[in-house]
T-cell receptor, first 113, second 113 residues
């Protein structure tokens, strides 16, 4: 049982380049989330998917797009990377049954030059 | 809107000292409350949770009590160990179908031998 996995672990981009961060979970969870973590700001929600086939904006969605490919996978795409998107990105998943616990992946450290 | 205010860090303690990390929240309704821990280079892990007023969450010697009257969920441990060195995040769930979490800014704890 791998839990939540993310690829890649590290990435360096130049301004204007695009990339997709991949996330997968093997816990049969309905909901999945993408957060970014910046120093002194905690974690902020970018996008979430409450269930397969649905996605919604979180607190900081600008510059990002997401795809809920199936129940297991939830990808985050940066179409034209900017230095302000330098951050650590975490994917999470949860089973929406009232327990409300989210399980997190190990993170992707992204640097945009 | 919903929010969490967390004690500023960093906090440095000697081994076996008593730990308190303060957390207060603002929310409509009756949110669930969480403490997550992030060890160096890893994703967040759930440490403990409480889902209703006066509930006490506990795990690994850590405790926190959901105080509705003071809108607080302070984290405590009677005797910290070097292995407790990590960043601690207080969070609340907005209780919607999407199960979104709102995080505090995090408190870095360093325990010295």
């Amino acid at each position: 049982n791998a839990g939540v996995t993310q690829t890649p672990k590290f990435q360096v981009l130049k301004t204007g380049q695009s990339m997709t961060l991949q996330c997968a979970q093997d816990m049969n969870h309905n909901s999945m989330y993408w957060y970014r973590q910046d120093p002194g700001m905690g974690l902020r929600l970018i996008y979430y998917s409450a269930s397969e086939g649905t996605t919604d904006k979180g607190e900081v969605p600008n510059g990002y797009n997401v795809s809920r490919l199936n129940k297991r996978e939830f990808s985050l795409r940066l179409e034209s990377a900017a230095p302000s998107q330098t951050s650590v990105y975490f994917c999470a998943s949860s089973r929406v049954d009232g327990l409300n616990e989210q399980f997190f992946g190990p993170g992707t450290r992204l640097t945009v030059l | 809107g919903d929010s969490v205010t967390q004690m500023e860090g960093p906090v440095t303690l000697s081994e076996e000292a008593f730990l308190t990390i303060n957390c207060t929240y603002t929310a409509t309704g009756y949110p669930s409350l969480f403490w997550y821990v992030q060890y160096p280079g890893e994703g967040l892990q759930l440490l403990l949770k409480a889902t209703k007023a006066d509930d006490k969450g506990s795990n690994k010697g850590f405790e926190a009590t959901y105080r509705k009257e003071t809108t607080s969920f302070h984290l405590e441990k009677g005797s910290v160990q070097v292995s407790d060195s990590a960043v601690y995040f207080c969070a609340l769930s907005d209780q919607t179908g999407a199960n979104n979490l709102f995080f505090g800014t995090g408190t870095r704890l360093t325990v010295i031998p």
